[in-house]
């Protein structure tokens, strides 16, 4: 009668194979997720950008408060939101990576802007250009 199961060879090649597998694609994960809700940010951005012009044409200047504007965080709070400025003639508002949730180890983007103007910029944690990846 012959013993069937498997020999500790076998067992720690399929091991190293699951490990050598994972090693590749957690990283590779990690990058997709991190890039998927980044979207929070854009559509948080936009959000306010339709807000601000819903609110200039009823009082003939953008707001400085985003609570008037009705949009005070992100969907999914991973963005600290700010209008950095706001007057007659135009508006700033960004999306910032809140240093508490998921999204502080995305390094490539930091920091979303969108303007009155719909110019939209992207910032990487040395404050360097990124909106090309980014947006």
């Not at 980044?38 to 009823?58: N, P, S, V």
């Not at 009082?59 to 969907?75: C, F, K, P």
């Not at 390094?107 to 090309?132: E, I, Q, V, Y």
Request: with cysteine; proline share 1%.
């Amino acid at each position: 009668m012959k013993n069937s199961g498997f020999t500790l060879v076998e067992l720690l090649i399929t091991i190293v194979v699951i490990a050598i597998v994972t090693s590749v694609a957690v990283p590779s994960y990690q990058q997709h997720v991190l890039r998927s809700q980044r979207g929070d940010a854009t559509a948080a951005l936009l959000l306010i950008a339709a807000q601000q012009e819903k609110w200039y044409l009823q009082n003939n200047t953008y707001s400085t408060s985003l609570t008037d504007l009705g949009v005070t965080d992100t969907a999914n709070k991973f963005y600290t939101l700010s209008i950095d400025s706001a007057d007659s003639f135009q508006f700033v508002a960004t999306a910032s990576v809140d240093s508490t949730g998921p999204q502080k180890a995305d390094k490539k983007c930091k920091s979303f802007t969108l303007d009155s103007a719909g110019a939209r910029t992207a910032k990487d944690s040395d404050n360097a250009d990124n909106s090309d990846y980014c947006w």
